[in-house]
């Protein structure tokens, strides 16, 4: 084999040293430089016997040191460096998507592969440029799930090397067996191939590690209900002593209403998948509890199966069940007194109002006043509590049509304020409950027409944007405007900026909003000038965020 | 004329002074009882006690409900009313602060002719009295004496 000319060694050396820096610096940040490190080298291990020139590759804490690779790869060919260099690129790839997932993976990708063009001109691979086109930058990790990322990427490389061992027990075992039984091997006993990463981790025992320590239950369960498979978790919810126990029980007998399992099965049957229904159970001890359950129909050793993935919501239920008990007889039992001072004072005023005088004629207006005040500030109250707790179904909804009755609704303040209303030619539709939709824009638009400035027009304008993953609304007035140091005092119940008399209200109204947009997985927002205007967003997500358990 | 005769189960003696005035108010022929919760409501239904005499308790056309009630609830003493043969005829109008879901759905569960929340403005009470007369008084046929 003739070998190129030095030069092809120095680029290659340089693009590939460049390469895993940048891949280090891709994947150092989210898993820690220890588990980076451990990723790396089980990487180039994994590849030795294909490659051995990956063995002289020296990794450590700090990622790879370009001179070993370098050395490396001095004598060796060209076209063999080449593979290698990509196989390991590829392995890595593989693990990082096992351990932070397709858009973790996606991430690494783009950058990569953006490097890979910015190289000049050897390493850009023809599909290159459209692909890195197509794969728009994803969404960068929340620094918050850093920690989450490090544990999972330390579990996968626990479970990588623990899969290794097992592999090479079972190898000797094989070999073992082959030798005794002197047949010709079968092609799944022939030595194995290179092994693909994405293979490797997604086996049989990855699987059976994370089915072991899932914090959810998992509950495997043919067409008539018997338990086929079930974790350690499922077990300790339903309050068996163990799994095999579980094996072989009945589901039915864990329903508080068998009949639901029925219900599950016919919809199953028309929605392959469902998320986060709700269900009562029955432990095996007794308990009644709460589950949410997400289940599919699989095919579990030939027999048509249910998965469900299950999780114990009993407490918060209850807890919500709790706030809603006392936000019902908070706003009832302080109705009552409510009645008697609206009804005697108003008694007052129409049997007694002569031998009152003016002052006492006022007063009696004042506690009318009040008393209609408190009532709407406990409508406020139970209105807050309520969101996210009763079922509203997210529909398909066209935002004009929520806008036209809107608008309709607030045509007396409208023409009564002279106010301007500009609504965008065009609208999406999205999928939301469209009470709380009209609710968030009544809200808005009712806001923007009461602190209008004296003396000026008020105009209004509603406007929205399309982003990748959600719509974003706003609603602009020329009003009064807030100051910033209020901004977040406005989306706290019952904070006003404003006395009652200046502008009437409870306070509650963009705090509702706020638990509206929140409990439907958008963000809301405002932006304004003091004596300018004031412009209120808020964010729809494209797909329906998970939905408050209720 | 005729009148309308109503029981009114009700505990708090300021409403109940509210619902006089608004029967008052409303114009409406009628003759309002008063009883303070719901073993007394039974007692007068069945005429025991002090109700033994049938001019103390004449027959109501209607019962007005508060739900809150001490001792026998409401909802208790509506069961009791519609799973009596004698007295599941007499419509129970439920006349509640209440806006729990569950308190209406048992209410209408339990045979509650209809649910009506008490307004806090009294013009607007004295509104759900005017036409809760009229209707039970003018529109509606009621089960026949005896």
Not at chain 1, 96 to 113: S, Y
Not at chain 1, 336 to 349: I, S
Not at chain 2, 42 to 64: F, M, N, Q
């Amino acid at each position: 084999m003739v070998r190129d000319d030095q030069a092809w060694q120095t680029t290659t050396a340089q693009f590939y040293g460049q390469l895993y820096a940048c891949v280090w610096q891709n994947l150092e940040p989210f898993l820690g430089a220890s588990t980076t490190y451990e990723l790396l080298s089980l990487s180039g291990q994994a590849l030795h016997e294909a490659y051995p020139f990956l063995a002289r590759l020296q990794w450590s804490t700090v990622g790879l040191d370009s001179t070993s690779l370098a050395q490396a790869i001095a004598t060796e060919e060209r076209a063999h460096v080449e593979a290698g260099c990509e196989q390991l690129l590829q392995y890595v790839q593989g693990l990082t998507q096992e351990i932070g997932g397709v858009l973790f993976a996606q991430r690494l990708h783009v950058a990569t592969e953006q490097l890979r063009l910015a190289f000049e001109p050897a390493f850009s691979r023809p599909a290159a440029p459209e692909e890195v086109e197509r794969l728009a930058t994803p969404v960068q990790p929340q620094e918050a799930a850093l920690p989450l990322f490090q544990s999972m990427g330390q579990q996968a490389i626990l479970l990588y090397r623990r899969l290794q061992e097992q592999r090479a027990a079972t190898a000797q075992a094989q070999a073992a067996l082959q030798k005794v039984q002197r047949t010709p091997p079968s092609p799944s006993e022939m030595p194995q191939p290179l092994v693909v990463p994405a293979d490797l981790a997604r086996s049989e025992a990855f699987y059976h590690s994370l089915f072991d320590l899932s914090p959810d239950g998992v509950i495997v369960a043919d067409i008539n209900g018997t338990i086929v498979q079930a974790n350690p978790r499922a077990a300790e919810i339903l309050e068996f002593d163990s799994p095999q126990e579980l094996i072989g029980s009945n589901v039915i007998e864990l329903y508080v209403h068998p009949e639901d399992r029925a219900v599950l099965l016919e919809q199953i049957a028309q929605h392959p998948r469902l998320e986060g229904r709700r269900g009562d159970f029955r432990t095996r001890r007794g308990k009644a509890i709460i589950v949410t359950a997400s289940s599919r129909l699989i095919d579990y050793e030939g027999q048509p199966c249910l998965l469900s993935v299950f999780r114990d919501i009993t407490e918060r239920a209850r807890l919500q069940q709790e706030m809603q008990d006392f936000a019902y007889s908070a706003s009832h039992d302080l109705q009552a007194p409510l009645r008697t001072f609206e009804g005697y004072a108003r008694w007052l005023l129409e049997d007694y109002g002569n031998v009152l005088d003016s002052t006492g004629r006022q007063l009696c207006e004042e506690i009318i006043d009040d008393a209609l005040h408190m009532k709407k500030l406990l409508d406020g109250l139970l209105e807050y509590s309520r969101i996210g707790r009763l079922h509203t179904q997210a529909v398909a909804v066209d935002v004009r049509k929520v806008l036209d009755r809107v608008l309709h609704d607030l045509q007396l303040e409208i023409a009564d304020t002279g106010a301007i209303v500009h609504v965008p030619e065009s609208l999406p539709t999205v999928l939301y409950p469209e009470v709380r939709l009209t609710q968030i824009f009544s809200n808005l638009l009712s806001n923007a027409l009461k602190f209008m400035a004296p003396g000026k027009r008020p105009e209004i304008t509603l406007g929205y944007t399309e982003h990748e993953r959600y719509y974003r609304f706003t609603v602009s007035d020329n009003g009064i405007g807030i100051a910033p140091e209020h901004f977040g005092r406005i989306f706290e119940i019952f904070k006003r900026l404003h006395t009652r008399e200046e502008y009437p209200g409870t306070g509650a109204g963009l705090t509702i909003v706020k638990k509206i947009v929140e409990s439907h997985g958008g963000q809301i927002g405002v932006e304004s000038v003091p004596s300018e205007g004031s412009t209120f967003w808020f964010t729809i997500p494209k797909t329906e965020a998970p939905s408050c358990a209720s | 004329m005729r009148q309308l005769t109503v029981l009114l189960v009700e505990d708090n003696p300021r409403d109940v002074r509210l619902t006089q005035r608004a029967f008052k108010q409303a114009g409406l022929p009628h003759d309002l009882r008063v009883v303070r919760d719901g073993d007394e409501a039974l007692a007068y239904l069945h005429r025991e006690g002090a109700y033994k005499e049938s001019e103390t308790a004449p027959r109501p056309d209607v019962i007005l409900l508060d739900l809150n009630l001490p001792r026998m609830g409401g909802h208790e003493l509506l069961r009791a009313v519609k799973q009596d043969n004698r007295l599941r005829q007499v419509p129970i109008i439920v006349l509640t602060t209440s806006e729990r879901p569950d308190d209406v759905r048992l209410a209408y569960d339990a045979g509650a002719n209809a649910y009506l929340l008490k307004p806090v403005e009294f013009s607007r009470f004295t509104e759900v009295i005017g036409q809760l007369g009229k209707f039970w008084l003018e529109t509606v046929e009621l089960p026949p004496e005896g």
